[in-house]
């Protein structure tokens, strides 16, 4: 009998980016400090003229890759691009702006195992302010 592959699948999350050298390695962090460890990153750098490119190349970490477009597409073709190299099961999608809980993944995955008919698992998201501090939950 298979193994199904919902067990520990492989999680590809999606992060388009361009001239996202600021706010990248946090979203990329946030990514290495899930608690669900099977997950690849894939940037997709939509002709950046910053350090894009080079912060992730410099992680040092074979589970981010960046595929560099030669023209903008926008973050729609980039993240269609990264779902078309992707190897995982299953897709997150990631702005290179934003950050996950550590948890994210766990819970997302095993939402899937639970209702293996289920095409998408959204969650909340609260967003946080320029000082740091916490905004309200958005789908409250």
């Known amino acids: 009998m298979a193994a199904s592959p919902f067990v520990s699948p492989l999680v590809s999350v999606i992060i388009p980016a361009l001239n996202a050298s600021a706010t990248l390695g946090r979203a990329l962090d946030s990514v290495?400090?899930?608690?669900?460890?099977?997950?690849?990153?894939?940037?997709?750098?939509?002709?950046?003229?910053?350090?894009?490119?080079?912060?992730?190349?410099?992680?040092?970490?074979?589970?981010?890759?960046?595929?560099?477009?030669?023209?903008?597409?926008?973050?729609?073709r980039a993240r269609n691009?990264?779902?078309?190299?992707?190897?995982?099961?299953?897709?997150?999608?990631?702005?290179?702006?934003?950050?996950?809980?550590?948890?994210?993944?766990?819970?997302?995955?095993?939402?899937f195992a639970q209702h293996q008919a289920a095409s998408l698992v959204v969650s909340d998201m609260r967003a946080v302010h320029a000082d740091g501090s916490a905004g309200a939950s958005v789908f409250a």
């Not at 099977?38 to 490119?53: K, L, Q, R, Y």
């Not at 779902?83 to 939402?111: F, M, N, R, T, Y």
């Open 32 to 76: 290495a400090a899930q608690t669900y460890s099977s997950w690849e990153a894939i940037v997709i750098d939509d002709g950046s003229s910053d350090d894009t490119v080079a912060l992730v190349e410099g992680r040092g970490d074979p589970r981010c890759r960046v595929i560099r477009r030669a023209t903008r597409g926008g973050p729609s």
């Open 81 to 111: 691009d990264g779902i078309a190299a992707a190897k995982g099961v299953l897709i997150g999608l990631l702005d290179a702006d934003d950050d996950w809980l550590p948890e994210k993944l766990a819970c997302q995955v095993a939402a």
